[in-house]
């Protein structure tokens, strides 16, 4: 834990120590995590599992520098840690590095080295860092977060992004592992209220939970996907599917979640959620609902229900969450 911290401390200011301008923006994070679960027959302190990283209690922040000189920007560091709270196993804290990527602004397109979204699906554009709901990277999907580099770039059409990744998630690795990944999207969705984007990615990713290897060596990816994103009035619609093999054997992945705001500037979010997966011969559905209330700009309450037919667990599950600049 203190290795990662000291590294990412290192990285953090080595990357400052460029700043041209004083421009950034600091938040502290905490949340607290708490429910029951009908298989286990007895509280929880996570929200996914206790090996995987999201969510549980703890305590960060999340710090993004401007790099920027007297004519135009140049990019942004961002860091964002946390100090997360195992209530059972060896290791009772857990130090993770959400965050932690330098963007480059070339003018023709963004560049990005560090941990950061790899191009594939939906979590490539939905920040779900602080959400209970989980998308199809929570899920084995590919990562939320991996090491490696890759770039991005705005169309008025779209989007086009692509990357090349460790394929180790939360921690990295070398152990022959890789994962490259190409999105192309059209729609700008604070423009068009819609997004369409088609994914492929190709690799041989280490299986890994948060910080937790499965495997110690790398399995066969090889998916395409299609995901969209539709914004009407009051209604959120995100769907994602994904087709394609995973340790050498056919899979399949097929994730909706419709939301539907209320009150004034959205405070009160209800949420459902469908998920399907199938690897090979084993496959799972699991029902989600949520409910979102921002008791404050500060301030939110989230709460889950979720079934998993394949373990026959009824899950309830409440999270208070605080982000605050400073």
Request: with cysteine; glycine share 10%; proline share 2%.
């Amino acid at each position: 834990m203190f290795k990662r911290l000291w590294l990412a401390g290192s990285f953090f200011l080595l990357l400052s120590s460029f700043a041209l301008a004083k421009s950034y923006l600091f938040y502290l994070e905490a949340q607290g995590v708490a429910g029951y679960s009908s298989a286990l027959k007895k509280g929880i302190l996570y929200s996914l599992s206790q090996e995987d990283a999201m969510q549980k209690p703890s305590l960060g922040f999340d710090y993004i520098q401007r790099i920027s000189g007297e004519t135009r920007d140049y990019g942004a560091f961002a860091l964002q840690v946390r100090l997360a709270y195992n209530y059972k196993g060896s290791k009772k804290f857990e130090f993770q590095v959400y965050n932690g990527y330098f963007k480059y602004k070339a003018g023709f397109s963004d560049f990005w080295i560090g941990h950061n979204r790899p191009a594939l699906g939906l979590s490539s554009t939905l920040d779900s860092h602080s959400l209970l709901l989980p998308t199809l990277a929570m899920k084995g999907f590919g990562f939320d977060r991996d090491w490696g580099v890759g770039f991005s770039k705005d169309m008025d059409w779209g989007n086009i992004a692509a990357s090349l990744t460790t394929g180790s998630g939360m921690p990295l690795y070398f152990k022959g592992n890789y994962l490259g990944a190409v999105r192309v999207s059209k729609g700008v969705l604070n423009r068009d209220n819609y997004s369409l984007g088609l994914s492929l990615a190709y690799g041989k990713p280490l299986e890994t939970m948060s910080y937790h290897l499965m495997s110690q060596d790398p399995n066969s990816f090889q998916f395409m996907g299609a995901d969209w994103t539709y914004l009407w009035n009051n209604f959120e619609n995100r769907v994602e599917v994904m087709a394609g093999r995973k340790m050498e054997q056919h899979a399949y992945a097929l994730f909706w979640r419709l939301g539907v705001n209320f009150l004034e500037e959205n405070r009160l979010r209800l949420e459902v959620q469908p998920f399907y997966w199938k690897v090979g011969k084993s496959s799972d559905c699991q029902l989600s609902g949520g409910i979102t209330y921002q008791l404050s700009a500060d301030i939110a309450l989230r709460s889950m229900y979720q079934y998993i037919h394949g373990v026959n667990d009824h899950r309830i599950i409440f999270q208070i969450y605080f982000y605050k600049g400073v």
